[in-house]
């Protein structure tokens, strides 16, 4: 159990700077992802904790002790990595058991370490099997395994589901997260995939350009996002994004755009009171576009494209020449072609700055 500080790390390869002053605490316990999407430091912070690559400037720690320049194995943790890295010619039992040799546990408390893991990931049958006659998710199982018998303090994860096929990845997030809950490792893990995050986070580090963009739960970067890359990042589809002028008229503020005049509600106006720019980026998600009848529109548009999802349906209509998405319930059934109705749910709505893109404030924040 630990705690895993990093304090202002900057990593430079030559003239390019990968991580560029990182400052975060993981808690104990915590199941932390780390988000961004490719090139953005990820995969160089995590082997900043893991001691395969040297800190340029700044600090890490576990716990109080820093760890900045302990050789890897002195430090406690361990990682796994997205392409296996199991021992091809050791067994199963053998791959999980020559750390706890090099640690030099006990030869029966290691016959009882790896049977406890490999039954915690499920690969107790194949013990006596090589890394050749198992299946991608197995070897993957058998490095989790690996590097949970050691016990260690930090636990990283670096994109350890991506090479897995769809279906097999969703299973194995949930046997992670089951196996976090038993272990209570504090732990790191990497992906870019929005959703693999969104569904297993206690908090999210969205990444861009080596440096943090938000932190917060799930709910937080969804619901709260803190700036037009975060709001396009996070979400199934992602928000959509409307260029909008700001008229303020009798007390009243709305947001106009060729296609529709947006009269907020008071509590929605008063998110927008210190806000004195003329043009406003609104972000809307997808499923806060309703269908509407007639009477109730913001503004109608024919449907371009429409993807039947089982529970839902995804509707492209196009609008300020983008497309806009809607996520609507799979009933009644819309074709390319038929005229709709659409409103906004202004309670949802996401305002950012066009100069910045930053979020200049939520409508859920009072909520
Ligand atoms: N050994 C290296 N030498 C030079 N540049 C490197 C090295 N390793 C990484 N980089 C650069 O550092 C930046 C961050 O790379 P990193 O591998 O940490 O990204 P990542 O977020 O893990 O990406 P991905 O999602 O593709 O795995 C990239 O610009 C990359 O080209
Ligand atoms: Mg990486």
């Known amino acids: 159990m630990a705690t895993l500080t990093f304090e202002n790390v900057t990593k430079w390869f030559g003239k390019v700077v990968a991580v560029n002053d990182f400052s975060l605490v993981v808690e104990d316990s915590e199941f932390l992802v ?20 040297e800190v340029t400037t700044g600090y890490i720690y576990i716990d109080k002790k820093d760890i900045t ?13 997205q392409n296996y890295a199991v021992w091809p010619h050791m067994t199963v039992y053998e791959n999980i058991a020559y750390p706890l040799r090099l640690k030099k546990v006990p030869r029966s408390e290691i016959e009882a370490k790896v049977e406890e893991v490999a039954r915690l990931v499920k690969i107790d049958p194949l013990l006596q099997r090589f890394p050749s006659q198992l299946s991608g998710g197995q070897q993957q199982r058998v490095a989790v395994a690996r590097a949970i018998a050691v016990e260690p ?39 870019h995939d929005q959703s693999e995050a ?16 938000q932190v917060g739960s799930p709910d937080d970067v969804y619901d709260r996002s803190a700036s037009v890359f975060v709001a396009d990042f996070i979400g199934t589809p992602p928000t959509n994004f409307l260029n909008v002028n700001l008229n303020r008229e009798n007390g009243t503020v709305n947001l106009v755009n060729p296609h529709f005049k947006l009269t907020l509600e008071d509590k929605c106006a008063q998110i927008l009171k210190d806000y004195y720019k003329e043009k406003l980026i609104l972000g809307i998600r997808p499923e806060n576009i309703i269908l509407v009848p007639e009477g109730l529109a913001l503004f109608t548009s024919d449907c371009l494209v429409s993807e039947p999802q089982g529970s839902h349906q995804v509707i492209a209509v196009e609008l300020d020449e983008r497309y806009i998405k809607v996520v609507a319930p799979s009933q009644p059934k819309i074709n390319p072609g038929d005229i709709i109705h659409l409103n906004f749910k202004q309670e949802t709505l996401h305002y950012f700055d ?14």
């Not at 320049?69 to 990595?81: G, Q």
Request: aromatic share 2%; proline share 5%.
């Open 34 to 53: 780390l988000l961004g999407p490719s090139g953005c430091g990820k995969t160089t912070a995590m082997r900043m904790v893991a001691g395969l690559e």
């Open 69 to 81: 320049d302990l050789p890897p194995r002195k430090r406690n943790v361990s990682m796994v990595f």
């Open 153 to 191: 303090k930090i636990f990283v994860m670096d994109e350890p589901l991506s090479n897995l096929d769809a279906k097999l990845r969703g299973s194995m997030r949930t046997e992670l997260k089951a196996i976090h809950i038993q272990t209570g490792a504090t732990t790191v893990f990497v992906t």
């Open 198 to 213: 969104m569904s297993m986070a206690d908090r999210i580090v969205v990444m861009k350009d080596g440096e943090v963009v």
């Open 354 to 367: 066009p100069d910045t893109e930053l979020s200049v404030g939520h409508a859920c924040e009072d909520d």
